[in-house]
């Protein structure tokens, strides 16, 4: 009986890097090519920052030699995409262990699929990553933090759990638990309404704690957004919605659905990285990403709790704070929600973001672009009337938080452990 040999790593052993295997007498094209799936994520700025200074050489790898029996057996060897994402038809199998069931998300950094482990019989989610270097490269940093993440985080409560991981056909899979939709996800599935108050002050609360948690061990994660965050549960519950579109309780839009459970945890650590002296390069994704970074002054652990005040905005008004793809805009609209960007912080400004600045102040509305631009940031409300406009309890401690987490000078802006103990999050709040 043919055989296909698949590295794999339990657990216990996160910290080998896989060789990349020789082709076996399997591995030849056999079928055309089936349905290519991409992963939801992001491509990362600096691979190499994280990257332990190991040589390959210095792992080892643990072979299993898995059964190819006609029903549990691996597909016949298909060739990657040009892009180097893994081709795959519903019904296949990943070694004997993992059916693929569906797929659950797409982006540039591979591919997440839905798969039936067959040895825990329970549903999990296998993150495919390109058969491209600096994808495998990125996956391996980001299964050392997922080591260090579980090595600390004894009860599995913060961030995701990976179960596994293993090399195969020049595919790093990382097997993490299978969670519900995320933030992101949710808000677009109920036409980008708002979440109730109380569940944002317990997303809020969950999210500091996981990055107080990272912070503690020198990492930060650089990309948290709505999509990096996932509820746990799936479930949710349909409530009159008095400020939605219709005024007819027979039309489904008078209606929005709240999640039942506010448990999260947040995913993607293939970004994440030490901190350390210099770190100037872009990190985060557009709409969450720090003034510091647009600016090109370092960044550090604050740039994450910036984040994680554009994302409370966000489940309060259900659309993104700073919706722009352009940095003089972006620095425009800050300016617009929270006043003047601090002289001293544009006199420091990098080679790269000196145009965005004319005798000391920020270049607008002279260097706009165009008339929409302009026009986009004129539309947004000061920060205060923003959640006043969406929050009929709470408001005034959310906006006290909410200042704390948005400050300009990374300084100045709170910890994750300071805003924990922030009034919003106190337990009078919890009695209501």
């Given at each position: 009986?043919?055989?296909?040999?698949?590295?794999?790593?339990?657990?216990?052993h996160?910290?080998r890097?896989?060789?990349?295997?020789?082709?076996?007498?399997?591995?030849?094209?056999q079928?055309?090519?089936?349905?290519?799936?991409?992963?939801?994520?992001?491509?990362?700025?600096?691979?190499?920052?994280?990257?332990?200074?190991?040589?390959?050489?210095?792992?080892?790898?643990?072979?299993?030699?898995?059964?190819?029996?006609?029903?549990?057996?691996?597909?016949?060897?298909?060739?990657?995409?040009k892009?180097?994402?893994?081709?795959?038809?519903?019904?296949d199998?990943?070694?004997?262990?993992?059916?693929i069931?569906?797929?659950?998300?797409?982006?540039?950094?591979?591919?997440?699929?839905?798969?039936?482990?067959?040895?825990?019989?329970?549903?999990?989610?296998?993150?495919?990553?390109?058969?491209?270097?600096?994808?495998?490269?990125?996956?391996?940093?980001?299964?050392?933090?997922?080591?260090?993440?579980?090595?600390?985080?004894?009860?599995?409560?913060?961030?995701?759990?990976?179960?596994?991981?293993?090399?195969?056909?020049?595919?790093?899979?990382?097997?993490?638990?299978?969670?519900?939709?995320?933030?992101?996800?949710?808000?677009?599935?109920?036409?980008?309404?708002?979440?109730?108050?109380?569940?944002?002050?317990?997303?809020?609360?969950?999210?500091?704690?996981?990055?107080?948690?990272?912070h503690?061990?020198?990492?930060?994660?650089?990309?948290?957004?709505?999509?990096?965050?996932?509820?746990?549960?799936?479930?949710?519950?349909?409530?009159?919605?008095?400020?939605?579109?219709?005024?007819?309780?027979?039309?489904s839009?008078?209606?929005?659905?709240?999640?039942?459970?506010?448990?999260?945890?947040?995913?993607?650590?293939?970004?994440?990285?030490?901190?350390?002296?210099?770190?100037?390069?872009?990190?985060?994704?557009?709409?969450?990403?720090?003034?510091?970074v647009?600016?090109?002054?370092?960044?550090s652990?604050?740039?994450?709790?910036?984040?994680?005040?554009?994302?409370?905005?966000?489940?309060?008004?259900?659309?993104?704070?700073?919706?722009?793809?352009?940095?003089?805009?972006?620095?425009?609209?800050?300016?617009?929600?929270?006043?003047?960007l601090?002289?001293?912080?544009?006199?420091?400004?990098?080679?790269?973001?000196?145009?965005?600045?004319?005798?000391?102040?920020?270049d607008?509305p002279?260097?706009?672009?165009?008339?929409?631009?302009m026009?986009?940031?004129?539309?947004?409300?000061?920060?205060?009337?923003?959640?006043m406009?969406?929050?009929?309890?709470?408001?005034?401690d959310?906006?006290?938080?909410?200042?704390?987490?948005?400050?300009?000078?990374?300084?100045?802006?709170?910890?994750?452990?300071?805003?924990?103990?922030?009034?919003?999050?106190?337990?009078?709040?919890?009695?209501?």
């Amino acid at each position: 009986m043919e055989m296909e040999r698949v590295t794999e790593f339990p657990l216990t052993h996160l910290d080998r890097r896989p060789r990349k295997r020789a082709r076996v007498g399997w591995d030849v094209p056999q079928a055309p090519k089936a349905q290519v799936g991409l992963f939801c994520g992001q491509d990362v700025g600096n691979v190499t920052s994280f990257a332990p200074s190991r040589a390959p050489s210095d792992y080892t790898t643990s072979s299993l030699f898995v059964k190819s029996v006609a029903r549990n057996g691996s597909p016949p060897w298909r060739e990657d995409d040009k892009d180097g994402h893994y081709t795959f038809a519903l019904g296949d199998s990943l070694t004997s262990r993992y059916k693929i069931h569906s797929k659950m998300g797409e982006g540039t950094f591979g591919q997440v699929l839905e798969c039936w482990d067959r040895e825990r019989k329970e549903m999990v989610a296998i993150k495919i990553v390109r058969g491209i270097k600096k994808y495998r490269e990125a996956a391996m940093i980001e299964i050392e933090v997922l080591q260090q993440l579980a090595k600390h985080d004894k009860g599995g409560n913060r961030c995701v759990q990976i179960r596994n991981w293993f090399d195969y056909r020049n595919h790093i899979c990382i097997v993490f638990e299978k969670l519900g939709p995320s933030l992101y996800d949710f808000l677009r599935k109920n036409n980008y309404r708002s979440f109730p108050i109380d569940l944002v002050r317990e997303i809020g609360r969950q999210l500091l704690e996981c990055i107080a948690f990272m912070h503690d061990l020198s990492l930060i994660h650089t990309d948290l957004k709505p999509e990096n965050v996932l509820l746990v549960s799936s479930e949710y519950s349909k409530v009159l919605d008095y400020k939605g579109s219709s005024r007819s309780p027979k039309d489904s839009s008078y209606y929005k659905r709240v999640p039942k459970s506010s448990a999260i945890k947040v995913i993607d650590f293939g970004s994440t990285t030490y901190e350390r002296q210099d770190q100037n390069y872009i990190v985060s994704t557009r709409h969450y990403r720090a003034p510091e970074v647009i600016l090109g002054l370092g960044w550090s652990y604050p740039c994450d709790i910036w984040s994680v005040g554009c994302i409370l905005v966000e489940l309060c008004t259900g659309e993104a704070l700073f919706q722009t793809h352009e940095n003089l805009e972006h620095l425009a609209m800050m300016e617009r929600v929270l006043g003047p960007l601090p002289s001293q912080m544009l006199k420091r400004v990098d080679r790269h973001a000196e145009k965005y600045v004319r005798r000391g102040k920020l270049d607008w509305p002279e260097g706009a672009t165009s008339r929409d631009s302009m026009k986009a940031v004129l539309k947004l409300p000061r920060l205060q009337n923003l959640i006043m406009q969406h929050v009929d309890h709470s408001a005034g401690d959310l906006i006290h938080l909410l200042q704390g987490l948005l400050r300009y000078d990374p300084m100045d802006r709170l910890t994750a452990r300071d805003a924990l103990r922030h009034p919003f999050f106190s337990r009078d709040h919890l009695r209501r």
